[in-house]
């Protein structure tokens, strides 16, 4: 829980809670009480990231895990399919995850091998110059002004490694990379997790989706305190 609320702006007594209720409907396996008493795994982390940004209400948590947890890929996207089949080695585990929370469950567990990738992308692609679509310059720019020392935000788009939430517990992504490359990063994922009733839906129906969005996103530093946490438990 410290670990959590050190990240999130709601403060440590709503985090409590959520895990709270999470452990009252075992959803944590620990039970464990007190200072040092529950060992906490990588699926429990995952679960407590899952009810907490599943949904803004904290009595949605429990909800937010039991739907969330199954959630699917769209198989029916065959060019991200295509693209799944090609990637690169380290990135093979999403891929291979049988559901959004084994993903997010590994991307915890994995979380100082995507920090170092993701430096090293930051890197790769600050250093490229010339021949940028205006749509790219504009990403880029935005990107680099909320990014600067005072400005105190850095947009999602901006970040190399990110989980998107959509509560409450409606669908997530999951984006290693910037998105608006997804069509020629070949080191790079970009996930889409519904529960799988919802992409049959989306393909029977042609009325135009939910336009208000509420989105709760993730990066790496919770990421890496919860695998630091879980580690060093």
């Known amino acids: 829980m410290d670990a959590f609320s050190a990240h999130d702006p709601r403060g440590r007594p709503t985090i409590a809670h959520i895990a709270r209720q999470l452990r009252n409907d075992s959803e944590i396996e620990s039970t464990r009480r007190g200072a040092g008493g529950a060992?906490?795994?990588?699926?429990?982390?995952?679960?407590?990231?899952?009810?907490?940004?599943?949904?803004?209400?904290p009595a949605g948590a429990v909800k937010a895990v039991d739907r969330m947890r199954g959630f699917t890929l769209d198989v029916a996207d065959h060019l991200a399919t295509m693209q799944g089949e090609d990637l690169p080695e380290h990135f093979t585990w999403l891929r291979d995850a049988e559901n959004f929370g084994a993903v997010v469950e590994g991307m915890i567990a994995r979380a100082p091998e995507l920090k170092a990738w993701g430096e090293d992308y930051d890197s790769f692609w600050s250093?490229?110059?010339?021949?940028?679509?205006?749509?790219?310059?504009?990403m880029r720019r935005a990107a680099q002004r909320l990014r600067l020392?005072?400005?105190?935000?850095?947009?999602?788009?901006?970040r190399a490694v990110r989980i998107v939430f959509h509560p409450p517990a409606l669908?997530?992504?999951?984006?290693?990379g910037w998105v608006w490359r997804s069509l020629e990063d070949a080191d790079a994922f970009h996930g889409y997790y519904a529960h799988p009733d919802t992409w049959a839906q989306q393909r029977r129906e042609t009325d135009a989706p939910e336009n208000n969005l509420i989105t709760i996103e993730v990066g790496i530093p919770l990421l890496m305190s919860l695998h630091h946490t879980v580690k060093d438990g």
């Open 149 to 158: 020392p005072g400005a105190g935000f850095m947009p999602g788009f901006a």
């Open 171 to 176: 669908a997530a992504e999951v984006h290693l």
């Open 39 to 57: 060992k906490m795994t990588f699926r429990d982390a995952a679960t407590l990231l899952i009810g907490a940004c599943g949904d803004m209400n």
């Open 127 to 138: 250093d490229v110059e010339g021949g940028v679509s205006g749509a790219e310059f504009s």
